[in-house]
């Protein structure tokens, strides 16, 4: 079936149309051939009659001549003489039409196959002039001429009935014989004839002719029953009709003689007229029926012969318009198909301009039509097609070219991840800063940001991000646990570094038909507003600890804290002076100068209760113990250096505060009021009870005669210098602790007293007295010793008095831990040096377990000294 | 419908109970641990529970494994005043289907509520 559907459709047609052509060829062959036998049968039957009709003539002239041969001979020649002559030349005529047709070359072929019976007849013919010579001669009897030619009459009817025995027509054959039947009577009624001729000759039949006359009647009657039982009613008709009248009635009359056999007085003649007569109309009857067969075999050939003519030429006819036809059709098919093939090629290729035009309306044509109409509908489409594209273009000219303006210029990352946590390819321009990595698109969010999360908020988001595409949960409740709402992140900048940034990443569900298509991941870079933040907060400390130093200030007397700033910025400078005078050698003595300079600006800043400025010189201070005794280098120096600066700046930065204050208080009072002692008093009292406070040692500190004395200014600083050092030294090391003190019958409280007279008019005398325990010489002796200030050998040679000195010896200190109050072993080295700055003098009174007391001698100038505050 | 409760503070226990009075909910029972509340989740099957994560006994999210194996239909919310959110999203892994943060408002317990039970 491959090898068929592969056939083009011509071919198809022809293989389809081949066995059927075939098949209705061999149909009309056999058709066409049937007739034509039947034609050629029906043309050898009408032959056959043609020679048979010859014959039967032939046959009739010698019944005739038979009759009158018997007549002549019956009567010895006197009787039938001329008669028999004119007989004699019919037969004569009759024997030369056959002959005729015989050699008539229309019938050759048909006689060829009738050879030897036409041959017998011819010899049996040639029989007659030797019998016509006998009877001339009287040679015969009546009988023996019946006889010769009866035997050829015989033969010729035998032969007859061979020649038209040749056709399939049943009706046809049942004619022939009737006919046949006919032939046999009528040739019986010719020798009932000749056999009367010689009864009304003789007046008496003799007995074998009388049997044979009986017989021929019989036999005549026999064959005439058969005839007209088997003969077409039109013959018996004609027969019944012809057959009739007065000749036969006399035949009949004058046979019934016959049949009696006596006394036959009728004449011979008239017998033989009258029979003769009888003949005629069987011969008539005779050639009706010969001439009808004839006229049938001729018309059923016509119209056989015609049915083939006609049935040939029809077939011929119908095959070539059949071919010419189906030419017609399949040529038409084919080409309507190649023209629509073509189109649809056309179509293929996108030309919609044309239509197909096929003049047929089989289904071809209507298969254009429809084809038509697609190709009108698809130019509509297309149309629709190019105006949707011509839309489309313009949505992405406006809105999608608009939105790619916002994505690279909106300042947050913006994209969409799908269920596989892939980035979508289209991402705001945001994100590649935000991230500093381009080509971001379709990577995996979760690997993504793996590397620029801590391990658990790895983890947290790679849960987090599955849960996003979870229905199940709700996204209010899942937003809540976002791991990146606000998350630091590191990434490797170009340079190499490592940059962080806060960022916070926000999602949002993205809804299609109930189902999560895709989630809205939204990047904001808040690294700016972090750091903006913590700038606000140390902005905000930095304004805190300002709001603190203003508050410190205020509650500190301005003229006291300015004397403060500017004698502790006085003696900064005087550290970097040392410090740019100094060698790499002597950096230990500048190490301990420093130190020296800060303890006292700590001490003084603790006296005013000043906790900002203490703080920062007690780190200094820890800075330099650490330095000490070691061999540091000119950088460890300026690292000190730096922590000294940035405290000078604080002080300064108090200093403007202070001025901006004071030029508030200026404007609301003419000027401070600072001729008495009471901010003198008031700092000491202060740092009194502070250092009590610090020490839990209760003290009981007071002035005596300070009121109504009016102190110079320039002892002012100092003075309270050394006092707060021996307040300091009190605490630390007079002090005994408070069970001690009950039980040695003192008060509970350490009894500070400070007195301030005139002596002489020329000099101030300060009395600085405790009740404490007094100096512990063995104390300070041991420690002098341990710490390598003296050898034991100069102790020894020492009295009270120059054990007592050793205090003032730098490094020496006798308290177990180093506090803001004591434990540098620096406090009364200051005192001395004070003192010698205020070109005093001093004694010490210490009784052991009763008192420590100390007075100073100090010389009074007469100037007059200037108490406003410099501005 | 039936709700547990199960917070180790009796405090937080009262609170959620009172802010839930007027929600509608059929409060069988309150557990102070893990152990308890697995016992009760086993013997009353309740519809709903809040879980703290926090707990002595057993932690909230081991609690929540065993409520989920002994009654999978149940609807849990964590309350926790935990605010790792990795354990938050643990307790979602593990089956969780809501989620609040310590101290709770009577507001933001009715609303988890109606999303927790698709009610408006």
Known sequence: MNLFSNLAIRDKFVVIVLPLLLAAGYFVFQEVSSNYRTSQELNALFNGIQVTERLSRLVHEIQKERGNSSGFLSNAGAAFGPELEAQRKLTDESIADLDALLTDTDYQEFLSQYKTVLTDIREDVDKIPSIRERVNQLDLSPNQAIDLYTEINTNILNSISTLTSTTDNKEMTEQQIAFINFLKSKERAGIERAIGSQGFSNGQLNPESYARFLELVSAQDAYVDAFLGTADQKYVNYFNKTVTGSDVEEVNRMREQLFANADLSEDPLYWFAQITAKINLLKKVEDFIANDIKSTAISIADSANRIFVQFLAISIVLSIVDLYLLYFIVSNLVNNINILSAFSRRVAQGDLSKTVSIRSKDEVGQFANTFNEMVGSLKISREELAKEKEKAEYMYETIYKQSEVVFENVQQGIFLLDENFKISNLYSAAMEDIFQRKDIGGENFVQFMRPRLVPRDQDALEMFVKHLFNTDIDESVLSQLNPVESVQIFSNEDSGNIQTRYIQITFSRVMNEGEISSVMVTVLDQTEAVLMQQHIKETEEKNKHESEQLLSILKIEPVVLKDFIDSSKKSLVSISERYEKSQKSDIQALITFTFNTVHNIKGNASLIDLQLIVDKFHEIEESLVDLKGKNVSVNDFLKILYKINEVDAVMSNMKSMLLRIANVYEQMTDELDDNSNNKFIDSLKRGARRMSKDSGTELNFRFENVEDFNLPERFKLPLKDVLIQLIRNTVAHGAEPSEERLSAGKTKEVNIKVGLEEVDGQHLKVTYKDDGKGIDLDQITKQAIENGLITEEKVANMDTKELTQLIFKDGLSTASEVTHLSGRGQGMSLVQDLTDKMKGKYTITSQKGESFEMTFLLPLENQQEKTAIEI | ?120
């Not at chain 2, 935990?82 to 943060?101: I, V």
């Open chain 2, 1 to 120: 419908m039936t709700l547990l409760i199960v917070d180790d503070s009796s405090v937080m226990r009262r609170t959620i109970e009172k802010h839930l009075s007027d929600y509608h909910l059929d409060i069988i029972g309150t557990a102070g641990n893990g152990r308890d509340a697995v016992q009760i989740v086993k013997d009353k099957r309740p519809d709903v529970v809040t879980l703290d994560i926090t707990m002595p006994e057993m932690d909230g999210l081991t609690c929540l494994e065993n409520i989920m194996e002994v009654h999978p239909q149940a609807k849990v919310m964590i309350i926790t005043a935990l605010s790792d959110k990795l354990t938050g999203l643990q307790a979602l892994d593990k089956g969780a289907r809501g989620f609040l943060y310590k101290p709770v408002s009577p507001e933001d317990l009715t609303k988890a509520f109606d999303k927790l039970l698709n009610r408006n």
